[in-house]
């Protein structure tokens, strides 16, 4: 006759968690240089997280600064459809001025030469082509939208454009092409065969640069002079910081109430969007980069905790002979991999917080960095020991006893 | 001189007034009827062919055998370490030859102790914690395995090297230490495999003494050995020859 099991000598093994968790950090502190080694992969992945995130954070508030400090107060306004004929009203200026935000605009293009124009100094036309002097039509608004630097004389206003005055004010480069240094003696520039007054001469301008190089005049006195209808006209608008966006959506339905289709804005990216698009694509990048440290820093706890299954092949057998379940095998195998991997989020952590700090001191930016990154890395680096350590801890409790404690 | 080893009939588990389940002055630790191992290969192998057997508590019985005969095949199926092909094996009357993993462990964990050739200490941790080792899977709360694993090194002699790590250990501490592991967790049947392989004469003769010492507390001990003056140290002497057992009397010997 048999018995059955008697419950109190088949009561189970047991392994409570508190020696579980004694018996790994005996393990890992048994051979400290060897688990650092084994958690480089992983201190690398979660230090360039957190060093990306850090940085990204860093950097985009450092982009909300600048980008604070250069505002886009640019807006243009262009044909949508050009059809040949003038999209902008005459009163473009006045009906741009209006709206709350805009500080000048007007209306501006370059006049077409087809070769008869030849800008000169001299009612007589020279013998030989020389370079030709580009003229460009512009309202006073779209003129003082350019945000101009005279180095002499004065711009033209809306009185001259009213009145079609044939006047002019040149670039740094067309004044020095016409041997024009100054407006003392109210030099004038020939167009064709009309004399344009040169007003003043502009040295630099914030917007438009063709504007150095080229005479400008009136868009009324181009208009009746050239009868340039079919060019490419384009509104400029400076507005008041902030206002960019504003405008840019109100900008064609004051010019054309009836059809602002006609009419494209361009507009500059707002800066929320644009920091965040920064943001975004630096992170992507690094978080790819710490996602590939991650994976080699996995595949390394993998890989050395499966040679370190190897090795403890008798001592495996020997805590089986113990009493040890495959169960409490897989459990501790897989609770050192898992610290393992604390450990290197944790260390990980404190070699990114480092890198971020450095940059931000050598580039003399406000170091910013969310907490809970910090916070989370440790957790990053237990979650992949664990991944990490489930194949060593299956092949770990499959040692068979017997055949380990004969080595 | 061999003899096969018929059961004592008080004792046969097959027998009316069988020990098993019968309250007797001498309990049966060991009961072993038809144990096989067959090691499916290819080839197939019959490591330990069909044998009978019962070891007594308290009993201090020698298996020898030259090596490969099949007596660490038949160590490793009396302490559950391995799974029998075919056979039945009572251990303190409980029917151990069918039972999974898990009740293997967990009887294990209560019953067998192992004191093993190559002493399989964890050499980075002191004499202490390995002994306390023995008593991890039992359960038992840390500082009572603590304080039982110093009286345990205490009994063997190594209370003065408690702090020691094992790596530091001469092969007699270590296997001292073996023994002390195995003490500590108060086992029916206490399994040897040549205990003092890897040890000197002075040694191997303190080491044998020690385990006389034990089997005079009480202890059920079997040895596993190639060696004579081990053998002739047990109480009783089986031995092992391509897998046939059979036990040397001192008297006369049988035939099964």
């Known amino acids: 006759m048999r018995r059955r099991p008697d419950p109190t000598i088949t009561a189970p093994s047991v392994f409570r968690r508190r020696d579980a968790l004694t018996e790994a950090f005996a393990v890992i502190a048994q051979r400290p240089v060897r688990t650092l080694l084994t958690a480089l992969g992983t201190i690398l992945g979660v230090g360039a997280f957190v060093t990306t995130t850090g940085l990204a954070e860093t950097a985009s508030a450092q982009v909300s600064s600048r980008f604070d400090a250069l505002r886009a107060t640019e807006v243009r306004v262009q044909d949508a459809a050009p059809d040949g004929t003038n999209p902008f009203p005459d009163d473009t200026d006045q009906r741009l001025q209006a709206l709350n935000g805009v500080n000048n605009a007007g209306v501006s293009y370059t006049v077409a030469d087809p070769g008869t124009i030849q800008p000169r100094t001299l009612a007589t036309r020279p013998l030989r082509t020389t370079t030709p002097i580009p003229v460009i039509a512009a309202s006073p608004g779209a003129l003082r939208a350019a945000l101009p630097t005279l180095a002499t004389g004065r711009l033209y206003d809306d009185w001259h454009q009213q009145r079609a005055e044939?006047?002019?004010v040149i670039g740094r480069v067309a004044a020095d092409q016409l041997g024009i240094t100054s407006i003392d003696r109210q030099p004038v520039v020939f167009l064709d065969d009309t004399p344009y007054v040169i007003a003043?001469?502009?040295?630099?301008?914030?917007?438009?640069?063709?504007?150095?190089?080229?005479?400008?005049?009136?868009?009324?006195?181009?208009?009746?002079?050239?009868?340039?209808?079919?060019?490419?006209?384009?509104?400029?608008?400076?507005?008041a910081p902030g206002a960019a966006q504003l405008i840019g959506t109100q900008a064609p339905l004051a010019l054309r109430p009836q059809q602002p289709d006609r009419l494209q804005t361009l507009v500059p990216p707002d800066p929320n969007t644009l920091r965040n698009q920064v943001e975004d694509d630096v992170q992507t990048l690094f978080y790819a980069l710490a996602g590939l440290a991650l994976l080699v820093g996995a595949i390394a706890i993998t890989n050395a905790t499966l040679l370190n299954v190897v090795e403890r092949r008798p001592e495996i057998g020997l805590r089986r002979a113990l009493g040890a379940t495959r169960h409490h095998i897989t459990r501790q195998i897989a609770l050192e991999a898992s610290i393992t991997g604390t450990i290197?989020?944790?260390?990980?952590?404190?070699?990114?917080?480092?890198?971020?700090?450095?940059?931000?001191?050598?580039r003399t930016w406000t170091p910013t960095i969310d907490p809970a990154v910090l916070l989370a890395a440790p957790a990053i680096g237990t979650i992949t020991g664990a991944l990490a350590g489930i194949a060593p801890a299956i092949k770990a409790a499959r040692t068979p006893p017997a055949e380990t404690l004969r080595q | 001189m061999t003899a096969g080893l018929e059961p004592t009939p008080a004792t046969d588990p097959h027998s009316a007034g069988a020990a098993i389940g019968v309250k007797s002055a001498v309990r049966d630790v060991v009961v072993v009827d038809g144990l096989t191992k067959t090691f499916p290969g290819p080839p197939a192998v019959t490591a330990l062919h069909p044998c009978r057997f019962t070891i007594r508590a308290g009993e201090y019985v020698a298996i020898t055998g030259a090596s490969g005969s099949g007596k660490t095949t038949l160590l490793s199926l009396l302490g559950l370490l391995d799974t029998p092909t075919a056979g039945s094996y009572l251990l303190d009357g409980v029917d151990v030859a069918d039972l999974d993993d898990t009740t293997r462990s967990a009887l294990r964990a209560r019953r067998i102790g192992f004191v093993?050739?190559?002493?399989?200490?964890?050499?980075?941790?002191?004499?202490?914690?390995?002994?306390?080792?023995?008593?991890?899977?039992?359960?038992?709360?840390?500082?009572?395995?603590?304080?039982?694993?110093?009286?345990?090194?205490?009994?063997?002699?190594?209370?003065?090297?408690?702090?020691?790590?094992?790596?530091?250990?001469?092969?007699?501490?270590?296997?001292?230490?073996?023994?002390?592991?195995?003490?500590?967790?108060?086992?029916?049947?206490?399994?040897?495999?040549?205990?003092?392989?890897?040890l000197d004469t002075t040694t191997t003769r303190q080491i044998l003494d020690l385990l006389d010492q034990l089997h005079h507390t009480g202890l059920t001990i079997v040895v596993i050995t190639h060696d004579p003056t081990i053998a002739a140290a047990a109480q009783r002497h089986l031995t092992i020859t391509d897998g046939h057992l059979s036990e040397i009397r001192r008297e006369h010997a049988t035939t099964p």
Not at chain 1, 204 to 228: E, G, M, S
Not at chain 1, 344 to 361: D, E, F, P, Q, S
Not at chain 2, 163 to 178: F, I, N, P, Y
């Open chain 1, 166 to 168: 044939h006047i002019a």
């Open chain 1, 200 to 239: 003043g001469i502009i040295d630099d301008v914030a917007r438009n640069p063709d504007l150095l190089l080229a005479i400008t005049i009136p868009t009324t006195a181009a208009d009746t002079q050239f009868a340039a209808t079919a060019a490419e006209r384009q509104v400029l608008i400076d507005t």
């Open chain 1, 344 to 362: 290197a989020g944790t260390v990980g952590a404190i070699i990114g917080l480092i890198a971020v700090v450095a940059v931000a001191i050598a």
């Open chain 2, 116 to 198: 093993f050739q190559a002493f399989h200490l964890v050499g980075y941790r002191t004499v202490i914690d390995n002994i306390a080792l023995g008593l991890l899977y039992q359960g038992t709360p840390t500082r009572e395995r603590r304080a039982r694993a110093r009286t345990a090194a205490d009994q063997v002699g190594l209370g003065h090297r408690r702090h020691a790590r094992c790596s530091t250990l001469s092969g007699g501490e270590k296997q001292r230490v073996a023994i002390a592991r195995t003490l500590v967790r108060n086992p029916s049947l206490v399994l040897c495999d040549e205990p003092t392989g890897n």
